[in-house]
């Protein structure tokens, strides 16, 4: 854990071949039957059976991408829904990712300033050292809020560096009403987007930061849907790993992603998430597989890799 | 429940008859001796004894604080560093409030899109319906981040109605870096935050979101200290009700917090955390209560409570 977080995702990239990430937000109503019909798992109006369904589901994704793709996402909304209990699956799902040599980005989003962010870092990005947690491991790296400005990164970016983890500026979202905010532009043309990037560059592009690679442990969240305008970024941003989410189901094309990756395949990860996780509700896999939903994800994930590639 | 949220605050100031209310952001290592040295929570390095003598406190505070102001507003961050246990700890403490009859602000500042927002809506504002967790309140109202426009901010409104419940949009920050992101102006020199403001302004404004009082559930976080500049805000949106951070330690003086309300003392929460849950450090108090920790609170309180009723 000492190594570098833009070293190791860089190495995962390569020996797993592909940017693609896989992102976990699983719904207990989408799960496929063969979980939600397990004995235990079979009330949905019980914390414990919706609970243990969604970790159940989430442990076995993880055992089938994790020989695929470099990292995985893991939306902590889709646990802390269901209170403690949830929160304490989200940390069980990075022990389990870690044994399995996944990289591991918690998407929190968490923001806030001075002592505020610190404890959200604390609670992310640092492995737990008081007695009791001493079995816990945080993410490698976490998506947070930059909207206060660099006093609410840096306290993410400090624990992160000492940690050899990672931080994900959220910058531009894919959404369209992110536009009134995040477009919003000043007289020179400057969109409010790009001042955010600016901010977290600054921070980022500290020689301290930077990794063999030649990328920095402070990245950015990018949406994949808006690669006309924020392309450039990538051009811009020589040391920045753009975390891209939006490809598959949030409309955004392995051609719109790929922008945010160099010629050599490093400087992006691509994340889908419901074109993966839920592809057992695609007719092209049934087809193929019938109720095999494992298999459906397998093949999913192998297909967008090709997708990727192609582009 | 089934009440207006701004309703149920408009008429706690009155009854307490002050917009005072007390932030809980406890940290071990600053908490009372008397509480510190408690069999079972004297080992800072055990989380346990941590959580333990963070809760116990915590707890004792709220019986303090509930005769004499309307609402306490808790960060969750200093209790989601001791991870699920630190989370069960919050909703303990949200029970608590509920017992003692003081409104709960969670402050969570919890901001993304779609599905993601609406399961972070169900963990802090919805009261759970699973079974197992019959006895969980969620918190009345809690803090987001809007970053991401309307569509960020919609999923925890649709909600907070429902439930009878409140949403503070995090409009303008205290602290100075925040300007670089939250002033950014365009050409006609609207700042961003201003821009904020006016699409949260159109979702709160809806008929059906103002109640008796006139207000609407939906409201907005404006820090205390940035009041020349946002006092305007009070003056644009009168059915808004500002809860303004940053009276006290973080340099707002009484003056620029009173800005946000109304003559009639309605219209805005005036937070202090530090100032008053540590008043037991300061030497003012030390003197009169020596090491009556609770004593030292309670006047803090009183004489918050004065200083902004005298501006």
């Known amino acids: 854990m000492a190594s570098h977080f833009a070293d190791r995702i860089c190495k995962a990239v390569k020996e797993k071949k592909t940017p693609l990430i896989v992102g976990l ?72 990712a870690q044994d399995l040599d996944l990289e591991i980005v918690g998407d929190v989003k968490r923001g806030d300033i001075g002592h505020t962010a610190q404890s959200y870092a604390l609670a992310h990005l640092q492995n737990p050292e008081l007695k009791g947690f001493e079995d816990v ?48 532009a000043d007289a020179s043309g400057m969109k409010m987007y790009e001042k955010l990037a600016e901010i977290t560059a600054e921070i980022a592009n500290q020689s301290a930061r930077i990794g063999t690679s030649g990328y920095s442990n402070i990245g950015m969240v990018v ?57 057992y509700e695609d007719e092209k896999y049934i087809t193929q597989f019938g109720d095999n939903w494992e298999k459906c994800i397998e093949q999913a994930v192998l297909d967008a890799k090709i997708e990727l590639a192609k582009a």
């Not at 109006?45 to 609970?51: E, R, T, V």
């Not at 392309?231 to 920045?240: D, N």
């Not at 975390?243 to 400087?267: E, I, N, R, W």
């Open 25 to 96: 937000d699983p719904v207990y109503s989408r799960l496929p039957k063969a979980i939600r019909s397990q004995k235990g798992m079979n009330d949905s109006k019980s914390a414990a059976a919706s609970i243990d369904a969604v970790l159940d589901y989430s442990m076995k994704v993880l055992k089938i991408i994790a020989p695929l793709v470099p990292a995985v996402k893991i939306n902590i909304a889709f646990f802390e829904k269901y209170l403690w209990e949830g929160v304490e699956s989200y940390y069980s799902l990075i022990s389990e």
């Open 137 to 184: 491991l945080a993410a490698d790296a976490i998506t947070i809020n930059g909207f206060a400005g660099s006093e609410g990164i840096l306290p993410f970016a400090e624990i992160a560096d000492k940690q050899g983890k990672g931080v994900f500026v959220w910058v531009r979202a894919s959404n369209p009403s992110a536009a009134v905010i995040q477009d919003f």
């Open 223 to 279: 949406g994949g849907t808006t690669s006309e305008q924020t392309a450039a970024l990538r051009q811009k941003y020589g040391k920045i790993i753009f975390l891209v989410p939006g490809f598959g189901s949030q409309g955004a094309t392995a051609a719109d992603c790929m922008k945010f990756c160099k010629p050599d395949g490093t400087g992006a990860l691509i994340n889908a998430s419901r074109s993966i996780i839920y592809a």
